[in-house]
């Protein structure tokens, strides 16, 4: 009598823990409606998803940029269609790591001619150029 409960025992811990353990397993990806595709990808990625690329309405924005408007599961891939469109009042955002290696005006600010005065940065300025006949 004293294995049979012993047996019983177990066998509802061992029932518990497979009901417990099938909770995480089930859980829905993270909602990431509302954010940069950007970020949406970061935080489906460290909960285990992936996002892919679902379509996207307007073309102002960088994709990294674009906000994520609807959000469709496919198992552990998330599909995300995105608005790259600007709100109103809104300006386009420079491109991430992008640099100005001229400043406006033309010229590098702090290095003296020799008389106080700035040069001209090589190279910046007006271009012309000259067509040659060919033949």
């Known amino acids: 009598m004293r294995k049979i409960a ?13 009901v417990l353990g099938t909770g995480s397993a089930a859980a829905e990806a993270p909602d990431v409606v509302g954010e940069t595709f950007a970020t949406a990808s970061a935080i489906l990625k460290s909960q285990g998803y992936k996002a892919q690329f679902g379509g996207a309405i307007g073309h102002d924005l960088p994709q990294s940029q674009c906000m994520v408007v609807e959000q469709t599961a496919a198992g552990r891939m998330q599909r995300l269609r995105l608005d790259c469109n600007l709100a109103p009042g809104q300006t386009q955002p420079a491109a991430p790591n992008t640099h100005r290696l001229v400043p406006q005006g033309g010229s590098m600010p702090g290095l ?3 008389n106080g005065a700035s040069r001209p940065t090589p190279g910046a300025g007006t271009v012309t150029v000259v067509p040659v006949p060919v033949g």
């Open 6 to 18: 012993l047996l019983t025992g177990g066998c509802a811990a061992v029932v518990a823990m497979a």
């Open 112 to 114: 003296p001619d020799g």
